[in-house]
DNA sequence: GTGGTCTAGACCACC
DNA sequence: GTGGTCTAGACCACG
């Protein structure tokens, strides 16, 4: 489980892990009852305060993908994982959309549009492999 | 030359304005030469404080858009125009990767974007018509 | 009697004219009892509002460098030209000290500034010729 | 770090305090990663209102000799130094050709501008001395 | 009338 | 604690 964080991007810290560790339940990395660093350990690793590692377990515990038990960690509960991918995918639809109200803005085609698709697709894709 | 803002975007107030009159010098709404409203009649149009209105015409003078002369006005200045459009096709290319990511990491395919792209660019289109 | 003004600059429109008026007097290219233009036509010629000619005519006679009469006109008067010359040497001072001190914070040597000065010296009076 | 401001100068306060800090980083007095005080600290410090010390950083940041970071503060960065090294050696030649052409306007001559260059220069040194 | 500077408060999200 | 945004006043020099 590698977690990268930037202190210079303009997302917040604790969102930055946030949304790391929820990838890494929708990729299956994290199973159900897998158990998570504890806090202090966390912490230590990504160079961060504690109480930004804490807010992540309060807002993941929150919203139903862990489980913290007091004295023992906490753990990976992937109950409404599909909840999560419906809502990520909301969140790519809206992400669309403001490309291409930009897009539109700048008089872009759909036609470009497509060709700036298919090229960055690639390239993700050979960048991750 | 209309201009909309909401109180309860999270995108700061004079973020929103600087946007859109940006946007209207790209469109040739506004032109070289174009008078801007004075701070004060412009903060009472859009019921704000002046000082965000300053900071708007503070910013884009800074960015080259506008020269203001003290006494006289704020006034369009068109000079680089174009780094404005190659700096926001850029801004389209890093939402197009940053949404290829976030669809990526939930197995979508390059079909399934060429799809939501063709229903949201038409979308787009009738509700602007 | 040529006056170039720029409504670009930090100076104000006002000062930039006062400025190169006094300097006409120092050089003697206006002498005692020249009969300077009048307000209106100054301002045509100018492209400047005759609110700004009339605070400069004003100006030079509150410093005893001009005269108004009424209904007549508005004449050089050279009294106190020494003063001028005075204050305007002062000036030189002021503007070398200050430069010296923004050098100084660059560690810029005494003998770099000899070179500056002989090098832009020279230069101007190429330029002038 | 010193700085002193006066309210009674025709330089702006906020311009007052970003010269001195830009001198402070190019003496090297104040060094890559160091940080600066809080803005409320700072401007309880210099008696001054919040905003201006705000506006302070917010232009060097704009100018890339500072970065700030939400909730933890404001640090220095020296990335550009060499361009603020070009910039402030250009400010002094233009100082220096200012007050070269108000010294032809008098007639004085290149040697008066040595004495007086070297009596000036000299006078500094035992002044800050 | 215009823009430029400044003050003395305030609320927010983040660490 | 930190910086980011915003308000509602004010005074000044310039045209």
Chains 1, 2, 3, 4 share one sequence.
Do not use: H
Not at 34 to 58: C, Q
Not at 90 to 116: C, F, G, H, P, Y
């Amino acid at each position: 489980m590698k977690i990268l964080i930037s202190n210079n991007s303009d997302v917040p810290l604790y969102q930055q892990i946030k949304d790391q560790l929820k990838d890494a339940i929708l990729r299956q990395e994290l199973k159900q009852g897998d158990m998570l660093p504890s806090i202090r350990t966390f912490a230590n690793e990504l160079r961060v305060s504690v109480l930004t590692v804490r807010r992540v377990y309060d807002d993941l515990e929150q919203e139903g993908f862990v489980v913290s038990q007091v004295g023992i960690g906490t753990f990976v509960n992937v109950g409404n994982v599909e909840l999560l991918r419906d809502s990520r995918r909301r969140e790519v639809e809206e992400k669309m959309a403001d490309m291409i109200a930009t897009a539109k803005s700048l008089d872009i085609s759909k036609e470009e549009l497509w060709q700036m698709l298919e090229i960055l697709f690639e390239e993700g894709a050979s960048r991750e492999a």
